[in-house]
T-cell receptor
Framework: AQSVTQLGSHVSVSEGALVLLRCNYSSSVPPYLFWYVQYPNQGLQLLLKYTTGATLVKGINGFEAEFKKSETSFHLTKPSAHMSDAAEYFCAASFYTGGFKTIFGAGTRLFVKA | KAGVTQTPRYLIKTRGQQVTLSCSPISGHRSVSWYQQTPGQGLQFLFEYFSETQRNKGNFPGRFSGRQFSNSRSEMNVSTLELGDSALYLC?????????????FGEGSWLTVV
């Protein structure tokens, strides 16, 4: 069965520090991988996605993620955190099962300290 | 290009009532999926529709149902509401040039059952 695991339900960083949010997936078939961000009282916004090709993917707001097949990981990073990055982040994987089905990790809430 | 539109944004219902939520996908998207988001359970997949047919279904009781119209707009219905149905219901659409593997979310409908 496919699954997505996010390590750490809460991550706290100082403004200007590196952001690292971890995501691992389990799948018998190659998935498409995504990161979404959710600000309070809003829906989920697509940050970036990996489908095929280059394994380092750049997204919006300075975020990027690297697909590592050997580690079944898709960690999200940003070199320098900004106060506006405080939000909940969801890793997701999409699998084709007669139609694409997307499953989500439990989410990681990012806190940014001044 | 307009995003995914969900109505109503907020609603309060009484236990035992039923509710219908509406979703208009991004123009050109033919797949619509629904998710329930709660603090305890995270994002749970409800069902996915494509060309008016339910293609995938999550593990929710039969009280939760949906449909899709010929213009790709979708509705979901919850009958005999329970307190535990209080949640953010998110609609997402996919298709068009971005491909079916990438889903885009609406702002959600906040349902409170009292």
């Amino acid at each position: 069965a496919q699954s997505v695991t996010q390590l750490g339900s809460h991550v706290s960083v100082s403004e200007g520090a590196l952001v690292l949010l971890r995501c691992n997936y389990s799948s018998s078939v190659p998935p498409y991988l995504f990161w979404y961000v959710q600000y309070p009282n809003q829906g989920l916004q697509l940050l970036l996605k990996y489908t095929t090709g280059a394994t380092l993917v750049k997204g919006i707001n300075g975020f990027e993620a690297e697909f590592k097949k050997s580690e079944t990981s898709f960690h999200l990073t940003k070199p320098s955190a900004h106060m506006s990055d405080a939000a909940e982040y969801f890793c997701a994987a999409s699998f084709y099962t007669g139609g694409f089905k997307t499953i989500f990790g439990a989410g990681t809430r990012l806190f940014v300290k001044a | 290009k307009a995003g995914v539109t969900q109505t109503p944004r907020y609603l309060i219902k009484t236990r035992g009532q039923q509710v219908t939520l509406s979703c208009s996908p991004i123009s050109g998207h033919r797949s619509v999926s629904w998710y329930q988001q709660t603090p305890g359970q995270g994002l749970q997949f409800l069902f996915e529709y494509f060309s008016e047919t339910q293609r995938n279904k999550g593990n929710f009781p039969g009280r939760f149902s949906g449909r899709q119209f010929s213009n790709s707009r979708s509705e979901m219905n919850v009958s005999t509401l329970e307190l535990g149905d209080s949640a953010l219901y998110l609609c997402a659409s996919s298709g068009g040039t971005a491909g079916e593997n990438t889903i885009y979310f609406g702002e959600g409908s906040w349902l409170t059952v009292v």
